[in-house]
């Protein structure tokens, strides 16, 4: 986004973003990335200065537009980090949308105040796109739920304190069957997986979760029985342009660093930003890049005005993360061999953006929503 275009306070947000990812971020992105190990310290202290929970009651409580201008250079520090950030907004959403108000201060406000993390629950090994189809059961015994089935790619569940569980009570039923419930991470019946070994986003933790007869509280459910479907569905429009935004902060940090290298890089006794075929590349890698933010920024201004958005965060989900894959790979291109050594930040850029098509929603599925919203005008 353009500095002008910025008030004072949205000025000063992304500058504070920024030194925390200067002095925070940077420095140990790399070897978080190597290790594949959680940052929790790190996490921690974004926590403490406000760069978690950043759209949530008890939290910072930003517009979904500023919180946009906040991941991105989240994004350009490290995908992974990001992510891992952004997840407690993803997994609180729904008891935003679907609680009660003592829900919202039983359910929330702990893990805000806490710096704890949380878990949104709704993919299943096989149930990705299609998450209507999810085959994690519940059913009622007395004044509990009892919930059994198998959650996959859970991000941060390894250290949730706090899991929001997508499940059915009649399968046959599809979306109309779903509820969605909170289901605190101690709850006996719960197993972790091992963190999954991924090619990129390292840092971020990604697990299986096993729901075996765990017992929980009728007061646990959020809104009423067969509107989860409708809860998540309503969480991913509204979360949707924070994932976009991390794919154009990716892009971004490709661009500075291919920008760098080209005015440094000399072949044929020029630098290489003096050819035309560089020139073309970094051109439309910042073309790319300027409409993918200013589509994501559209999207994140109609939800914040209150308006429907679904389209438009389809949109920008899907160009982002196609616009991001390409312009990281052209980075990797522009550093020649020396961009796919380890030594030289784009390859783990090319990595990270790769998971931008696919999660939250895969390019593909974007574009089904986008057509869907399209013909039924």
Not at 90 to 114: C, H, M, R, W, Y
Not at 169 to 192: E, L
Request: hydrophobic residues 40%.
């Amino acid at each position: 986004m353009i500095i002008s275009l910025m008030t004072p306070e949205q000025e000063a947000l992304v500058e504070t973003t920024k030194k925390f990812v200067e002095n925070v971020i940077r420095p140990v992105a790399a070897k978080y990335d190597q290790s594949s190990e959680f940052p929790e310290k790190e996490l921690k202290q974004a926590a403490s200065q406000g760069l978690v929970n950043l759209t949530l009651p008890f939290g910072s409580e930003l517009s979904l537009y500023d919180a946009c201008l906040v991941i991105e250079e989240l994004a350009k520090g490290c995908a992974g980090f990001a992510t891992s950030i952004v997840a407690n907004d993803l997994a609180l959403t729904p008891i935003a949308i679907g609680g009660t108000a003592d829900q919202k201060e039983k359910f929330i406000k702990p893990i805000v105040e806490s710096g704890e993390f949380a878990s949104f629950c709704l993919t299943e090994p096989g149930a990705g796109s299609d998450a209507a189809g999810l085959s994690t059961s519940v059913t009622t015994d007395g004044d509990d739920y009892v919930i059994t089935g198998n959650k996959q790619w859970i991000t941060n569940g390894g250290y949730a304190t706090q899991y929001t569980v997508f499940a059915t009570h009649d399968k046959s039923k599809r979306a109309k069957g779903i509820s969605c419930f909170v289901v605190p991470a101690n709850t006996k019946g719960i197993t972790c997986g091992h963190h999954e070994d991924k090619l990129g986003q390292r840092c971020s933790n990604t697990v299986a979760i096993n729901f075996d007869q765990v017992r929980i509280p009728k007061a646990n459910l959020i809104g009423k029985e067969g509107e989860g479907f409708k809860i998540a569905m309503q969480t991913l429009d509204f979360t949707r342009p924070m994932t976009a935004i991390l794919s154009v902060g990716i892009a971004q940090r490709a661009l500075e660093c291919s920008l760098e290298y080209a005015k440094e890089r000399k072949q044929f006794g020029a630098e290489i930003a003096s050819f035309q075929g560089i020139q073309f590349m970094l051109a439309d890698m910042a073309t790319m890049i300027e409409a993918s933010r200013l589509l994501t920024l559209h999207a994140a201004k109609l939800i914040t005005d209150g308006k429907k958005a679904s389209k438009e965060s389809s949109m920008a989900k899907r160009l982002s993360a196609d616009s991001a894959m390409e312009i990281t790979t052209n980075a990797v291109q522009i550093y020649g061999g020396y961009g796919y050594t380890k030594e030289y930040p784009v390859e783990k850029l090319m990595r990270d953006a790769k998971l931008m098509q696919i999660y939250e929603g895969t390019s593909q599925i974007q574009r089904v929503v986008i057509a869907r919203e399209l013909l039924n005008g």
